[in-house]
C-alpha cells in the first residue's frame, strides 16, 4: 500500500479542515489506519487511529471531541475531520498504515508523504 495525503492548508483559530490520505495498492481494508503529525522541533505524535472495518477508533487526549477519523474502504481512502482548530494543532499531518491492531502505535510502518496544516491565532 502506498499512501498519498492531501488537504492540509492555513486556517484561522475555531476553524476546521479535512484531511484525505489515499491508498494505492491491494487490501487496503486490512489495514488499521491512523494520522500523526509533528511540529517543528518535536517529536511526532500520535493523533488518531482507526481499524480496518472503521468500527473502532482512538484519539490522542489533546484532539478529543475536536477530531474525527473515518475510512471509507470502497474508495481507499482514510479523513481526518478537524474542527475547533488550535494554534498548537499547527505541524505536518501525516497518515499511516499497519498490519497490526489499531492501537498499537509503534507498528505503524507504511507512511505517507506530510500535509502541512498552520492555525493562525
Known amino acids: 500500500v502506498q499512501l498519498q495525503a492531501s488537504g492540509g492548508g492555513l486556517v484561522q483559530a475555531g476553524g476546521a479542515l479535512r484531511l484525505s490520505c489515499a491508498a494505492s495498492g491491494r487490501f487496503f481494508s486490512r489495514y488499521s489506519m491512523a494520522w500523526f503529525r509533528q511540529a517543528p522541533g518535536e517529536d511526532r505524535e500520535f493523533v488518531a487511529a482507526i481499524n480496518e472495518r472503521g468500527a473502532w477508533a482512538a484519539y490522542a487526549d489533546s484532539v478529543k471531541g475536536r477530531f474525527t477519523i473515518s475510512r471509507d474502504n470502497a474508495k481507499n481512502t482514510v479523513y481526518l475531520q478537524m474542527n475547533s482548530l488550535k494554534p498548537e494543532d499547527t505541524a505536518v499531518y501525516y497518515c499511516?498504515?499497519?498490519?497490526?491492531?489499531?492501537?498499537?502505535?509503534?507498528?505503524?510502518?507504511?507512511w505517507g508523504q506530510g500535509t502541512q496544516v498552520t492555525v493562525s491565532s
Open positions: 499511516a498504515g499497519s498490519t497490526k491492531y489499531y492501537t498499537n502505535y509503534e507498528a505503524y510502518d507504511t
